[in-house]
């Protein structure tokens, strides 16, 4: 290679040999720039030798011919004219808009507002043991007392599986919705004690095939309306008032 002029920065040289490096050519720089280098060895020949020529570039390649020309496509024949498209019918007039009619908005009589408590299912009639027993027996339950239980929700229609119940005690409670009508099947009732609940609605018709009956309570619960059950001969009287009809 070629010496590099940059060392010719190097001011401070004292020393300096690079003899017998084969290919390496170039000024010497003993001659140049550096003073008072020991020049022992510092000889590198002659100046580099200049580079050969490079060699000239490939003749162009002849033009090509120029391609034939295309003939000319023969004229396409000018299609027929369409034919006029019939004129559309005019579409017939709107019906002129009828004007809403207003009515006088006519609300029923709102009902008072009964506050329930919140239900806890928890403590339904469903999870007592001595209704799941019933249910389990219904052909030999006679009795079902859960009195004062705090028992909540409402009275499951499967009530009136219990055929053979006779007395159904579930008064000082917490039992709320309206009376099954499947009560009426069971027509071995002879007490039915219901007072003190949140029950509502109207009092079912199908109590009335408890022919066997002799004692109702219902007072004091919220809503529940109907005829009065006192008209059923035989029937103990005390509080089974249930106010006035619906």
């Avoid at 490079?54 to 090509?64: E, F, L, R, V």
């Avoid at 309206?178 to 069971?186: A, F, K, N, Q, V």
């Avoid at 071995?188 to 079912?204: A, E, F």
Wanted: hydrophobic share 35%; proline share 20%.
């Amino acid at each position: 290679g070629t010496v590099p002029t940059e060392l010719g920065l190097l001011t401070r040289m004292g020393y300096f040999r690079l003899e017998n490096n084969i290919g390496l050519c170039g000024y010497n720089p003993v001659y140049n720039t550096w003073v008072n280098v020991n020049i022992t060895g510092t000889g590198i020949g002659s100046a580099c030798p200049a580079p050969p020529p490079a060699p000239a570039p490939p003749p162009p390649p002849p033009p090509s011919p120029a391609p034939p020309p295309s003939p000319a496509p023969p004229p396409s024949p000018a299609p027929p004219p369409s034919p006029a498209p019939p004129p559309s019918p005019a579409p017939p007039p709107s019906p002129a808009p009828v004007p809403p009619r207003s009515f006088p908005l006519q609300l029923p009589p709102q009902a008072p507002l009964v506050l329930l408590p919140p239900v806890d299912h928890a403590n339904s009639l469903e999870t007592q043991p001595a209704y799941i027993a019933c249910l389990a027996s219904p052909s030999t339950c006679t009795s079902l007392q859960l009195q004062d239980a705090q028992l909540t929700g409402t009275l499951p229609s499967e009530l009136g599986g219990l055929v053979a119940l006779e007395v159904l005690l579930l008064g000082d409670n917490l039992l709320t919705g309206m009376l099954p009508t499947e009560l009426g099947r069971l027509t071995s009732m002879r007490k039915l004690i219901l007072h003190n609940n949140l029950i509502t609605g109207t009092l079912p018709t199908e109590l009335e095939d408890l022919t066997l009956l002799q004692t109702l309570y219902l007072n004091n619960n919220v809503g529940l309306c109907g005829y009065n059950p006192v008209t059923w001969g035989g029937i103990k009287t005390e509080r089974t008032s249930i106010g006035s009809a619906c």
